[in-house]
């Protein structure tokens, strides 16, 4: 078990461009979730998935960021358009719902976002 | 709405001394609490769960917290710190019928020699 790997961890963009960052959970956790972190900041909720289905997003989700989980294992944090205000960590955590270690929510290290 | 308060942005203290991090929540429900410890540049590492059972719960390197119903409180403690504690400390809350968790605003801790 590797944990929860990210891909790029650090990604400097100019604005208006477009980005997409890669989650891959840890093997057998159906539950999966985006994060953001701006500096001095604790993390906010982003989007979840369970397995494929995205059952939720926060309505800090413009419609520039668009998430997929489509095999139910990895999943995509694509930002179109990219602006300043997006600079930011984007954390990748995931979960089982069930057993010991039922609900106990799990992340990977991040991807840093620098816009310029 | 579940909110967390932690009631200090920075707390110093010299190493082998005692580590207090306070944590104040609010829930209606009965919550599910964390505390997640976030060193320099890195992701998110869980220290130790609080999920209804023992209101006195021991995480990983020596920390511990007490579940406090009645302060609504969820204080962070360890015996002795170590400088490989200086990091971000986050107290979380979590629903029980939900999955998302709602972080507090972070303490740094700061351990001198």
């Known amino acids: 078990d590797t944990g929860v790997s990210q891909d790029p961890r650090h990604k400097i963009t100019k604005r208006g461009q477009n980005v997409t960052f890669r989650c891959d959970p840890i093997s057998e956790h159906n539950r999966l979730y985006w994060y953001r972190q701006t500096l001095g900041q604790g993390p906010e909720f982003l989007t979840y998935?369970?397995?494929?289905?995205?059952?939720?997003k926060s309505r800090l989700l413009s419609d520039r960021f668009s998430a997929e989980r489509p095999k139910g294992s990895f999943s995509t944090l694509e930002i179109q358009r990219t602006e300043q205000g997006d600079s930011a960590m984007y954390l990748c955590?995931?979960?089982?719902?069930?057993?010991?270690?039922?609900?106990?929510?799990?992340f990977g290290e991040g991807s840093w976002l620098t816009v310029v | 709405a579940q909110s967390v308060t932690q009631l200090d942005s920075h707390v110093s203290v010299s190493e082998g001394t005692p580590v207090l991090l306070r944590c104040n929540y609010s829930s209606s429900y009965s919550p599910s609490l964390f505390w997640y410890v976030q060193h320099p540049n890195k992701g998110l590492q869980l220290l130790l769960k609080y999920t209804s059972a023992a209101t006195l719960v021991k995480g990983i390197n020596g920390f511990e917290a007490e579940f406090k119903k009645s302060e609504t409180s969820f204080h962070l403690t360890k015996p002795s710190a170590h400088m490989s504690d200086a990091a971000e400390y986050f107290c979380?809350?979590?629903?029980?019928?939900?999955?998302?968790?709602?972080f507090g605003s972070g303490t740094r801790l700061l351990v001198r020699p």
């Open positions: 998935f369970q397995n494929e289905a995205q059952l939720e």
């Open positions: 955590a995931s979960s089982v719902p069930q057993g010991v270690d039922g609900n106990t929510i799990y």
């Open positions: 979380v809350v979590r629903m029980d019928s939900s999955y998302k968790l709602i």
